[in-house]
Every structure is written in C-alpha cells, then in structure tokens.
C-alpha cells in the first residue's frame, strides 16, 4: 500500500504509459467514473510529453446509458478534468453507452479495444471501487463477474441507471498494471477485506495481487489498519 495524492498516482500511470510506449509504440489507459480520478488526469495531463500524448489510448471501464452530454455520463466529467490539464491524447474511445442496442454497443466497444491492441490487452487500467466493493459496473455476485467477453452490457445495476456498459473481470484481469485508490474511511475498511483475499462478493479484490498495486489517503489507511502513509 502506498500513500495516496493526484500527483504520486499520476506519476505512476505515466511511468507506465511511458514504458508502453517505448515497448510497443503506443500504450492504453483505462480509466473509471465518478469524481476519484478528476484530480490524478488534471495532474497526469500536466505531465504528459507530446510523445506519449500522440500515442495513448484513452478508454473507459464503464459508462451509464445516457445520451452523450448528460450530466451522469463518465466521461464528459473524466475529460473536462483531463483539459484541465493539458491537451487530451490523440485517441480517446468514449463508450456508446448511448445506443438503445446496449449488446451491439458492447460488441462495438470490444471490437475498438481489439481494433487498438490486438491482444486486447490494456497497459494500465486506473481503478475505482465503491463501498460494496464493486468497481466498473461488476456488482458483488453479480452473474457478470463470470463472463469471458471483453465488454457486456448491465441491465440489472443496484446503482442508477440500471443499463450500463462495463469492461468484464475477464479484461481486467488480462491488463498490464492496475492501480487502484482508497480514499477515506470507509473505502479503507473496504481495502482491507480486499487485501485478506479473494471475494466475489467483493469485486475489487478479484484482481490479480501481483499487478495490482493499492494507493490510499491517511483515512483509508488509518481504516484499514496499516501505518499512515505520508505523502
């Protein structure tokens, strides 16, 4: 577990979007909803060479099906905090988490993230969880956490809006890197359930450990029993 603030987590994104590149010519970062991530993209756009920016790939974990431009959209809020750093990247795949056809919109959503890296492999995915445990739109023992297709739609979220599209646990778990925030006390007790062990009914802890590394805030860490990490 590491201490916690946007520009320790945006040095560690770019670190490995920056390997990527060199390794492979471009690199893809996922990225979640909610307000979590704002500060880290506002930080990791300040940051970014025009080299690296030329070359990401920005996809998303999820997104709520609502029209393009409303207010409980990810990625409207997610690439407002990123302009507010700096330029976006070259190639950003906003989720058409907006078509009534939800399952062609997945299939679609796959085909980009296969169109970008054949392998479908992503280098680093920024994750988010909430107090449940669930992270994208897979939902504690929800039937969803089983399949093995890159992208599936939700129609069922105990969270609104029900209909959403998510990345599967399967993609996830093919990912480079995943890095992943606690912040305050209530996510802290969260991580470390999480940490104890794998849990379906705990979907952030299905990660893989050993490409998974934990950043948390003086309230998560206090929460979850480690030493409070200074940043």
Not at 186 to 193: D, M, T, W, Y
Request: hydrophobic residues 50%; contains cysteine; negative net charge.
């Amino acid at each position: 577990m590491l201490p916690y603030s946007p520009q320790i987590v945006a040095e560690a994104i770019h670190a490995h979007l920056d390997a990527a590149t060199a390794a492979r010519g471009q690199a893809l970062l996922a990225i979640p909803g909610a307000r979590m991530p704002g500060p880290i993209l506002t930080a990791l756009a300040g940051m970014m060479d025009d080299f690296v920016r030329a070359r990401l790939h920005l996809l998303w974990l999820d997104e709520r099906a609502v029209p393009r431009g409303h207010a409980d959209r990810n990625d409207g809020q997610t690439l407002a905090a990123w302009q507010a750093g700096g330029a976006l990247p070259a190639h950003v795949h906003a989720m058409p988490a907006e078509e009534a056809d939800l399952e062609a919109a997945s299939a679609s959503y796959a085909a980009t993230l296969r169109g970008v890296a054949a392998d479908g492999v992503i280098d680093c995915c920024l994750v988010g969880f909430g107090e449940d445990g669930h992270m994208a739109s897979l939902f504690p023992h929800h039937p969803a956490l089983k399949e093995v297709v890159d992208v599936l739609a939700i129609y069922d979220s105990p969270k609104p809006p029900p209909r959403r599209l998510t990345v599967s646990l399967a993609c996830l778990h093919r990912a480079r890197a995943h890095i992943v925030v606690a912040q305050g006390a209530a996510k802290g007790l969260v991580l470390a359930k999480a940490r104890a062990g794998a849990d379906p009914g705990l979907p952030v802890s299905l990660l893989p450990a050993a490409r998974t590394t934990w950043y948390a805030d003086d309230a998560a860490a206090a929460a979850a029993g480690a030493p409070t990490p200074r940043s």
